[in-house]
């Protein structure tokens, strides 16, 4: 593997390859950029199928944090960890506390808490080895009820911009991934009336998620190429690409998962396609806006509130873009990048 040569490396401040040979840890911690307060990012479990995968997915998502959390107004930079293995089999305190003391070495402070295959309860044992971790159970909680919201109050401003008004009632929105976020998301759309198509490419969860909050189950690979007012993915990263964007039939795309964009330029292309593209960071915000407000006085409803403030930071993208003829990937990149740079 070219470690040093990996084309996502794209000024990162940090990056820490970790082995762990009692615990049975490997894990890779990227730091893309210090902030006023440190850097935050989440803790991915994952079987990847070689390193190589795994460092482009760190470079990647840690970047793409610190863009999230500089529009969302956290003076923090971004950072992100991958821990090897499957988070159904290989998952243990033993291995989640050496993870904690890894995070507890990286100066400055890196503020880990849950991603992709870690739980609000996992963070307890990584807890045990270091105070930078956020979203425990009793404090922050679970990260995916204010993701989810987010990516709903995203979706309203998206609607309000291109689909003639932001009530979602009576519109269909399909949903690629039946996790956490993915309810967190459908519990909303169903009290507002909107109707629900969703995939999982585990049969199972889908199921079990159709019939909690009455949406239609559609196979894995046809959900991306529903007729729909709204595609919302939900599921991994670099979905939108070559292949599927010329077969899209939606006129918003918004949802929680992180680098939907294979590539930058394919913003460029759903903008030409007259698709309105809710920037992924900026609609998957709300966990990081939840966790990041933890504190003696944190308050749940008041962190809420400020995660439903996604709603504001939208209209704010589709302005910004509109002012600079450009597409809202683009807006947002820009906008902020000027609040990174003001960090000096
Ligand atoms: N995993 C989420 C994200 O990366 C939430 C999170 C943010 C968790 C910051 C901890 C710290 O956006």
Redesign the pocket.
């Known amino acids: 593997m070219t470690v040093f040569d990996s084309p996502e490396f794209r000024s990162h401040q940090h990056v820490s390859f970790i082995h762990d040979e009692g615990a049975g840890l490997r894990a890779i911690i990227a730091i893309h950029k210090n902030g006023p307060q440190g850097a ?3 803790i991915r479990m994952w079987s990847y199928a070689n390193e190589e995968d795994a460092l482009t997915d760190v470079l990647r998502l840690s970047r793409a ?1 610190s863009y ?1 959390l500089a529009l969302a107004g956290i003076p923090m930079g971004g950072g ?1 960890s991958v821990i090897f293995g499957n988070a159904r089999t290989d998952k243990n305190p033993a291995l989640l506390e050496a993870f904690g003391r890894a995070v507890e070495r990286i100066r400055p402070r890196y ?5 992709v295959g870690t739980t609000s309860e996992d963070m307890v044992a990584v807890r045990r080895a270091t105070r930078n971790v ?2 425990l159970p009793g404090e922050t909680g679970d ?1 995916s009820p204010a ?1 989810g919201f987010g990516v709903y109050r995203a979706m309203k401003a998206a609607a309000a911009n291109a689909l003639g008004g932001d009530s979602l009632e009576g519109r269909t929105v399909a949903i690629q991934g039946a996790g956490a976020v993915a309810r967190a998301l459908a519990t909303h759309l169903r009290s507002e009336g909107a109707s629900m198509l969703v995939a999982d490419i585990d049969a199972e969860a889908a199921a079990a998620f159709a019939e909690r909050v009455g949406a239609t189950v559609v196979p894995p690979d046809q959900i991306l190429f529903q007729e729909a007012d709204i595609l919302a993915p939900c599921a991994l990263g670099g979905i939108l690409n070559d292949d599927s964007i010329p077969r899209l039939r939606c006129r918003v795309i918004c949802g929680g998962a992180n680098n939907q964009l294979a590539e930058a330029r394919q913003g460029e292309a759903l903008h030409t396609r007259n698709v309105l593209f809710v920037p992924d960071y900026v609609a ?2 709300g ?2 806006i939840h ?2 407000q933890a504190g003696p006085d944190f308050d749940d409803a008041r962190a809420m509130a400020e995660v439903g403030g996604i709603y504001e930071t939208c209209r704010r993208v589709f302005e910004r873009a509109e002012r600079d003829g450009t597409s809202p990937d683009v807006a947002a990149d820009r906008m902020a990048e000027e609040v990174i740079a003001s960090w000096g």
């Open positions: 935050a990012g989440g944090m999230k992100k503020v880990c808490g849950p991603d956020r979203g990260t993701t998957n915000a966990g990081a966790a990041t």
